[in-house]
């Protein structure tokens, strides 16, 4: 993940704080942080829609035991690349969040051409995946053996 971030040119990076089951990203952020990237991390607001906060080092409790950055809110626009959970991605794209549609609606206020990229666990890339009219299509999967590149918007 961090080689393919580095092959972006990404400087500032919209990431994700891990909970439960999903793949942990700790080590993600710490080795972005280290590199001098911007990490923006999402704040879960109480309508369910997400803003985004620079990640200044330890993060606070949020919404849904969701923990959550510090610092200023920063907007999404000045990522060069978003990190999304999912709990699968198929190879159109189309990716299976937890329902709420918060993602998709952060998602569509991206700046134009920032990549998109769910981690992934091995098996959660898929053949196909039911897809709706507002599901914003990610352009790669991160899997532990490597990147798999999508076709992404649709």
Known sequence: MLAHLDVLGARTVALYVSVATE?????????????????LLP?????????FGLDQGPLLPGRRGIPVPAGPAVPLQTADAVVVPALAVDRDGVRLGR???????????????????????????LVSLPAEPHDVRVDAAALPNGIVELPGRV
């Open 43 to 51: 704040i879960l607001q109480d309508d369910d829609t997400l803003e």
């Open 23 to 39: 793949p942990d990203t700790a080590e993600l952020r710490t080795q972005l942080a280290s590199r001098g990237v911007a990490v």
């Open 99 to 125: 329902g709420g549609g918060s993602y998709d609606r952060a998602l569509a206020g991206r700046r134009r051409g920032a990549p998109v990229i769910a981690l992934l666990r091995t098996g959660e890339l």
